[in-house]
């Protein structure tokens, strides 16, 4: 029969889902995992109250297992879910924009209907990506790569990413993850302004040549 203990989160890794649980009773702080959670158990933040377990691993080695936040898992009520997270002005601004650009494309400079239409699947397929490894991260399975995740944002699904990042609050507090994301965002509208804009590209050719032609 495990014995329950008491301590408190004092660290804690969203993305890669683990973290470390001081014990009430002194001694030394001890590991936990996502996959160790409770059923029904929000993950963890830094200063949470938990109850736990001490159990060996196949290696020998202490960790928590069972833990369950206080207040958050009561027999018979359904687990904590927490709000998604609210656009910022510079995402909602990005989208917009995105969108305007593909439309003013297709019915100003006769560029293919059929672009907007795959990126509007591939922004599907981006959700419902960052939303499977959302999924991972919670059961503590294989986890989808970051290289993959941003790959299909260079594509043109990074307004799908948006989306699920802040539906399911996921990839929001990682710094390098966000500044690599942003610049996919920045690459793909510029890349699709030369399509969707006949003259933007006459520009950049033309520019091209000059600078070809000077060297």
Not at 127 to 145: I, L, M, P, Q, V
Not at 174 to 179: P, R
């Amino acid at each position: 029969m495990l014995t329950t203990r008491v301590g408190e989160v004092v660290r804690w890794d969203n993305d890669r889902g683990f973290g470390f649980i001081a014990p009430d009773d002194g001694g030394s702080n001890v590991f936990v995992h996502v996959s160790d959670l409770a059923p029904g158990s929000p993950r963890p933040h830094v200063g949470d109250r938990v109850d736990y377990a001490l159990q060996r691993d196949d290696r020998g080695r202490m960790h928590a297992a069972r833990v369950a936040v206080h207040g958050a898992v009561d027999e018979g009520v359904a687990p904590v879910r927490r709000r998604p997270q609210r656009w910022s002005v510079i995402e909602m601004l990005a989208v917009l924009g995105f969108a305007v650009m593909l439309a003013t494309g297709v019915l100003l400079y006769d560029m293919s209907i059929a672009i907007p239409l795959v990126v509007g699947l591939i922004s599907f397929v981006t959700a419902f990506a960052y939303a499977d490894d959302k999924r991972r991260a919670e059961e503590g399975r294989w986890r989808t790569s970051e290289s993959s995740l941003l790959l299909l944002c260079l594509l043109g699904g990074w307004p799908g990413a948006i989306a699920a990042m802040r539906w399911y609050r996921h990839k929001t507090t990682k710094a390098s993850f966000v500044g690599a994301f942003w610049v996919t965002v920045f690459v793909t509208l510029i890349a699709f302004t030369l399509i969707a804009f006949p003259a933007a590209r006459e520009a950049v050719i033309t520019s091209l040549e000059l600078m070809s032609g000077g060297a």
